[in-house]
């Protein structure tokens, strides 16, 4: 078929957005795989479809596959792209949406400065439903969070890292680095996707605390690799460290792709992400 879509990117985390609605899209893990390859395809992180919804009381259904071809339960940046798409695309004429995903249902709205808002729902931060595998494992209390100690193999020699999980209905992993340009990302970063305490993998988030409203942030994503920015990552990066103390709501997120804004009232809260979006070309592909 001649496939319609729309390139768009959210701080730096690329994404083919495709009209669901008004295309007949079927496609397998591997046309997902092509749409995202950078060389044999368009090229991006994520590919977000728009489609009716089927949940009573919602607007669209969104749904997300990673670079790798698989479908996934949220995409924090994608969902700015989402909310952004359907408005240009004349699809609503709302500026506040509600979306049902794989998570549940999220609430972008799109501001008069042009940036977005997106209700991202409460973060999940029982081990088991993030889901983490914490048997046999010593969490150590440190301020409202639990650190959880995941081995790694790094060349033959073990390492022991400290994490705190959190899911905003993607699994996270989060640890605290003292500098997020020397972090070992490209190292570990792949080890912790695939640790086998993370039964659905896990995308690896490296946090520096600049100030207590203010972090350095780079994830490798599960299903990606390392982006340039991640929008379920910095909610579950600001979610790990006002738990713990170290930081105050609201914060202010850099990552290497952009600037991001999460606050967040405490346990049973919804996480409010706030961020850019932006479309970058229009483009047909015979898939
Ligand atoms: N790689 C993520 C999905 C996309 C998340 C990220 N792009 C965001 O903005 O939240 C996962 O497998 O859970």
């Known amino acids: 078929m001649k496939l319609k879509f729309t390139k768009m990117h959210g701080a730096g985390n ?51 596959f990673n670079a790798d071809g698989g479908e996934v339960e949220q995409c924090g940046n994608g ?12 699809l609503t004429s709302q500026r506040s949406i509600t979306v049902q995903t794989k998570a549940g249902i999220i609430a972008p709205r799109l501001e008069d400065d042009g940036s977005i808002t997106v209700d991202m729902g409460a973060p999940v931060l029982e081990p088991a439903r993030v889901p983490f595998d914490a048997e046999n494992l010593q ?21 022991e890292v400290l994490i705190s999980v959190v899911s905003m209905g993607n699994p996270h992993a989060v640890q605290v680095v003292d500098d997020v340009d020397t972090a070992p990302v490209e190292l570990s970063g ?4 695939r640790h086998a305490r993370f039964p659905n993998r896990v995308n690896a988030g490296f946090m520096q605390i ?16 390392e982006t340039l920015a ?28 952009g600037q991001l804004s999460i606050s967040w009232a405490g346990p049973g809260q919804p996480v409010f992400l706030t961020g850019p979006a932006v479309t970058v070309f229009e483009g047909e592909i015979e898939i």
């Open 14 to 64: 690329d994404f083919v957005v495709i009209d669901g609605i008004n295309q007949d899209i079927r496609f397998t893990p591997e046309q997902w795989k092509l749409l995202g390859d950078r060389r044999f395809g368009v090229g991006a992180d994520q590919i977000l479809l728009v489609e009716k919804p089927t949940a009573a009381g919602c607007d669209f259904r969104y749904r997300i």
């Open 79 to 90: 969902s700015r792209a989402f909310v952004k798409f359907v408005a240009e695309k004349g």
């Open 230 to 257: 991640c929008g379920t990552g910095a909610c579950a990066a600001a979610v790990a460290g006002i738990r713990r103390g170290l930081l105050d709501s609201p914060v202010q997120v850099d990552a290497r792709g």
């Open 190 to 193: 792949p080890l912790i996707e």
């Open 139 to 159: 969490g150590q209390p440190q301020g409202g969070d639990l650190l959880w100690p995941l081995m790694l193999e790094l060349g033959g020699a073990r390492e």
């Open 210 to 225: 600049v100030d207590r409203h203010h972090i350095r942030l780079r994830v490798f994503e599960r299903g990606v690799g």
